[in-house]
């Protein structure tokens, strides 16, 4: 997200709750698998971000509706748009068992391990080779076998980074992968690994 | 799925929750973006058998509820279940807007666009070379970036197939990859390409 939701126009926000609502799925089993309060807090500072982008959907809809024709294609996308809404609020209410700390979601756990590919988080530490390099370069995908489908730097998201997208410190990447490419990238995360 | 769900334990019928949740988001941004009824319908099933599942984990859970801390376990593991039949719930309603045939979904569509990778579906015709073959040697993904996320075979569904899942006639798949790679796919599946 490069720009504020109140600078953004009907399609732009779209876009982002799109690619929020598939986002978000996919960490809110990943917060209960790893039991990882980190990755809960990300399901919610995006359903934060989601409730905003609906509203400000809503009132640019609003504003748009003129004609009765302008209504009825309005009252379709807002009826989406909840849809993608409320796809994020069940995905925050998966992520939130883990602030429960009950210790009692085994079979949930038992049964998000029954995947090859995980949902992983792993922030850049300043000794990380990756800072400074483009995704394309770091050929992560072809040579550990791990995807990065979103990275958060500070509060601006990045879903699906282009080619081109440059690493820099404290980047949170979210990756998805095998147990091995997620050990791998963890310590290149931290600097440990040079050459993968 | 190869089991009934009236035949599946605990893990099983939440396993397969999962898995739908995940998939059922993807093809209901698909369906609308494609304006596709096929996909619609794919969407549409899929929700049938997460009720069905959920049906029958809640009748599991009650079954096994004896002690205060069965109880107690068994109630997160109904309130993550209800979140999940949720999710696939709204991408209902996001595939519904296919059916209402209105045509006024032009800013949906043009906000799907806005990415590189689509998910689409196939369906497999006796003349395909890929029939008879694991999805291993079909090498699908390394040749033309194509990614098989899902294959339906009549009512029983396999996500995530592994590299020994072997292709047959009829299977409908449900892919991840660029256009390009798309129209090479529904050559291969209609027989009308051999080699890729």
Chains 1, 2 share one sequence.
């Not at 072809?142 to 690493?167: D, E, L, M, Q």
Request: proline share 2%; hydrophobic share 40%.
């Amino acid at each position: 997200m490069d720009k504020h939701p109140e600078d953004m126009n009907l399609k732009e926000i779209f876009i982002e709750m799109k690619n929020i609502s598939e986002l978000i799925v996919d960490l809110a089993y990943s917060s209960v698998l790893f039991d990882s309060e980190a990755i809960a807090d990300e399901v919610y500072a995006l359903e934060e971000t989601m409730d905003e982008l609906h509203y400000q959907l809503t009132i640019r809809a609003l504003l748009a509706s003129r004609t009765r024709e302008d209504a009825e294609q309005i009252s379709e996308i807002l009826n989406v748009a909840t849809a993608i809404k409320d796809i994020s609020n069940h995905a925050q209410n998966i992520a939130e068992t883990v602030a429960r700390d009950l210790d009692i979601h085994s079979v949930i756990q038992e049964s998000l391990k029954y995947t090859d590919e995980k949902i992983f988080r792993v922030e850049l530490e300043e000794q990380s080779k990756l800072i400074g390099i483009p995704l394309r370069e770091s050929e992560l995908a072809s040579r550990i076998g791990v995807t990065i489908i979103a990275v958060r730097r500070g509060k601006r998201w990045v879903y699906n980074p282009p080619k081109r997208f440059i690493f820099s410190n404290n980047d949170v990447l979210m990756a998805r992968g095998t147990e091995e490419g997620h050990l791998i990238l963890k310590e290149i995360a931290k600097g440990r690994r040079s050459k993968w």
